[in-house]
């Protein structure tokens, strides 16, 4: 055979993939893909997690700046009250200021957190989201009881914590955050 002939033949051949090519490298994808999903769960779920603490930090720091003000005579309570919100609304709304000549509210939240893990409807406002805990009550985890178990639900809110029965990922049930 002559060399410009063998150029020839060789340009005439087909190019592209073989089937056992396109085989291969689908089952390398489909494993890399297996890999991917569970850690792309673990990161929506650590994602989750750091909204939970951030929520939790939120409002436990709004409740024990009211709890300040009332102590500091800022807000007017009965004598036997606890000094804490009677719910998380008026964190939002405001309390009057009895200090302030002009009638002033002292403000605690912007607003109210939702619970990321919360299972419910959509259209739940979010201080129905959270497990609320009041000054008289033991944790929810101590006794077993969910909050509206007990019978000072109402009086005050002294705590709050996560409704959902899922586990973090260090362990810690979300109810015990």
């Known amino acids: 055979m002559r060399p410009d002939r063998c150029r020839i033949a060789r340009r005439a051949r087909p190019r592209g993939f073989t089937l056992v090519e396109l085989v291969i490298t689908l089952a390398l994808v489909g494993i890399l893909a297996l890999a991917v999903v ?27 700046a009211y709890k300040e003000a009332s102590d500091a005579g800022l ?3 009965e004598a036997e009250a606890s000094g804490y919100p009677p719910s998380l609304a008026v964190l939002v709304d405001g309390v009057k200021n009895v200090k302030d000549p002009k009638g002033g509210l002292l403000m605690f939240l912007r607003r109210v957190p939702r619970d990321p893990f919360f299972a419910g409807d959509a259209d739940t406002p ?3 989201t959270w497990s609320l805990r009041a000054f008289g009550d033991p944790p929810a985890h101590a006794d077993g009881s ?32």
């Open 38 to 64: 569970p850690f792309s769960q673990l990161i929506v779920q650590r994602e989750k997690e750091q909204q939970l603490s951030g929520a939790l930090r939120e409002i436990r720091t709004a409740l024990d």
């Open 146 to 177: 969910d909050a509206s178990e007990r019978g000072n639900v109402g009086k005050d809110v002294f705590d709050v914590t996560s409704k959902s029965d899922r586990v973090g990922i260090n362990g810690i049930p979300y109810r015990q955050w």
């Open 75 to 77: 807000i007017e309570r």
């Open 126 to 128: 979010p201080e129905d």
